[in-house]
């Protein structure tokens, strides 16, 4: 990991969004001498995510822009591009595969003269359905069209990286990310910020029947220690970022109960969606040797946390 006081040059694309954000924070103030620029076009960022932000900001469509026009010959040590169309349940093919992946080809055309190293988010829907923890030998298997986007935007830096083996690419593959920061993305917000949300009101929490399903839940915060440890891979490659343990919906509402102090029983009811991930896992090996990767918050710990951000008012249990 680069000292404290590294004078770096970092950029983050989608920093003001869910994920984009934390990381823009956290790298702030483990790098505090850096100077840091966010790009964001706010179609699914907020400002408000950013307070206390001291670095540039750029606002614009990644999809259209001309980074040489922007940035000129300016050099980046480092790459984070967080940006893209998240939101699967926008069903436009041409909209999803075009900016997502052609965001990507733009940035790495600008990086690769330089060498700038590039750190891209990847997704684990692009494992399909699943009943095993997937490593990331695994065969894509998008079910959705958000899913495709990003699949092919591996294939693109893992093509680059390949034919140019003194640059360093490095994706990481996010499962279930929950956290501060997430709730202007609206229904996309993850499931347990939407079950929060219904608990704190006093209503019972609405999960698929019969709460089988079992996904891997990560905390931001260890999404975004993974994120930036990146910064010191030896070479290129994608690594899964997950908490490594498939937990249950029926466990999940079990945590959120004993953190809110509330006693509801799940309101059960049909799944509408036919392409659902009814299980997720992170097999972790890789992130592990190549990254230093090691979760903090299992379940428990990060919905307890992410709950006392979210309701300061309520008293942790004993």
């Not at 995510?49 to 000129?72: H, I, M, P, S």
């Not at 003269?113 to 998008?142: K, L, M, N």
């Not at 929950?178 to 499931?191: C, F, L, N, Q, T």
């Not at 509801?264 to 890789?286: G, I, S």
Request: without cysteine.
């Amino acid at each position: 990991m680069p000292p404290s006081d590294a004078k770096l040059n970092l950029l983050v694309t989608g920093g003001a969004g869910f994920i984009g954000s934390n990381l823009v924070l956290e790298l702030q103030e483990r790098f505090l001498n850096s100077r840091l620029t966010v790009i964001d076009d706010f179609r699914s960022g907020d400002f408000k995510n950013l307070a206390g932000y001291r670095g540039d900001f750029v606002a614009a469509d990644l999809a259209k822009l001309n980074w040489r026009e922007q940035f000129g010959d300016e050099k980046f040590d480092a790459i984070f591009h967080l940006a893209s169309i998240t939101d699967t349940t926008n069903h436009n093919q041409f909209e999803h595969t075009h900016d997502n992946v052609e965001s990507i080809r733009r940035l790495l055309e600008f990086a690769r003269p330089a060498r700038a190293r590039v750190i891209f988010a990847s997704s684990a829907s692009i494992y399909g359905a699943t009943t095993e923890a997937s490593a990331e030998s695994t065969t894509a298997a998008p079910a959705n069209i958000y899913a495709f986007s990003k699949a092919i935007m591996d294939n693109v830096a893992t093509r680059l990286a390949r034919e140019n083996p003194d640059w360093i690419i490095v994706g990481v593959r996010y499962f279930n990310v929950y956290g501060p920061r997430e709730a202007h993305k609206g229904v996309p917000a993850s499931m347990i910020y939407h079950l929060s949300q219904q608990m704190r009101a006093g209503q019972r929490p609405r999960i698929f029947k019969h709460g089988e399903q079992r996904r891997d839940f990560v905390y931001v915060k260890d999404v975004v220690d993974g994120t930036i440890r990146a910064l010191d891979a030896s070479a290129s490659g994608i690594y899964n970022l997950g908490s490594g343990q498939a937990r249950s919906f029926n466990e999940l509402v079990f945590i959120l109960n004993r953190s809110l102090q509330t006693n509801l029983q799940p309101d059960y009811f049909d799944n509408p969606h036919a392409h659902y991930q009814n299980f997720t896992q992170a097999d972790l090996t890789n992130a592990r040797d190549a990254l230093g990767y090691a979760p903090q918050f299992p379940l428990e710990a990060g919905v307890a946390d992410y709950m006392k951000w979210l309701f300061p008012e309520v008293r942790p249990p004993a």
